[in-house]
């Protein structure tokens, strides 16, 4: 079965750095999101794409996070210049055009 | 707008016993609704979905879910708790995107 496929499994960088975290949508999937989830905390949507543009994000996603599709399968997801809360586990998900997400097994983010 | 609250966040059960977990929703319109679950260290997996048809789902491992509108509910049940069972679980509205609930944490005891 297609799977949403995340890299790295696990990022390390020091703050202020910039990282960029990779996702490959399943490949007739539409509608693509990035969600975050601080250690022990809930599920926190920072933004979705489709058709190339933004179509909706949270007030978590400010100027320091950017998201790019730069080719016909990967999906990015960019901080700019890394904090210390910016640490959690970042997923992506897309879907077709129906309602049902699907996740990737995400990238556990940790700034020093 | 739309949002859905999860009563409990942590829930312990005996294995055999079973298992509730709470899910109330607040929405305009009919909502799509749906719980996932999360196993340690990995992404979130569907369990079932309501998307306006049969009020009783059923979905993976035995769990199912009604949907109430009288009372805004889609609360999340298995009649036999198994320690496979032990995750964290997920409500959510419309999809998700932007509205999952805070989670539930289910702990089954030998």
């Known amino acids: 079965e297609p799977e949403v496929t995340q890299t790295p499994s696990h990022q390390v960088t020091q703050m202020g750095q910039e990282v960029i975290l990779r996702c490959v949508p399943i490949s007739n999937h539409l509608y693509f999101y990035w969600y975050r989830q601080i250690l022990g905390q809930k599920v926190e949507f920072l933004v979705s794409?489709?058709?190339?543009?933004?179509?909706?994000k949270s007030e978590i996603f400010d100027d320091q996070f950017s998201v790019e599709r730069p080719d016909g399968s990967n999906f990015t997801l960019k901080i700019r210049s890394t904090k210390l809360e910016d640490s959690a586990m970042y997923f992506c998900?897309?879907?077709?055009?129906?309602?049902?997400?699907?996740f990737g097994n995400g990238t556990r983010l940790t700034v020093t | 707008a739309q949002s859905v609250t999860q009563l409990g966040s942590h829930v312990s059960v005996s294995e055999g016993a079973l298992v509730l977990l709470r899910c109330n929703y607040s929405?305009?319109?009919?909502?799509?609704l749906f719980w996932y679950v999360q196993y340690p260290n990995q992404g979130l997996q569907l369990l079932l979905k309501y998307t306006s048809a049969a009020t009783l789902v059923k979905g993976i491992n035995g769990f199912e879910a009604e949907f109430k509108k009288s009372e805004t509910s889609f609360h999340l049940t298995k009649p036999s708790a198994h320690m496979s069972d032990a995750a964290e679980y997920f409500c959510?509205?419309?999809?998700?995107?932007?509205?999952f609930g805070a989670g539930t944490r289910l702990t089954v005891k030998p």
């Open positions: 929405s305009s319109v009919p909502p799509y």
């Open positions: 959510a509205v419309s999809g998700g995107f932007g509205r």
């Open positions: 794409f489709y058709n190339n543009e933004i179509s909706e």
């Open positions: 998900a897309s879907r077709p055009t129906g309602e049902v997400l699907h």
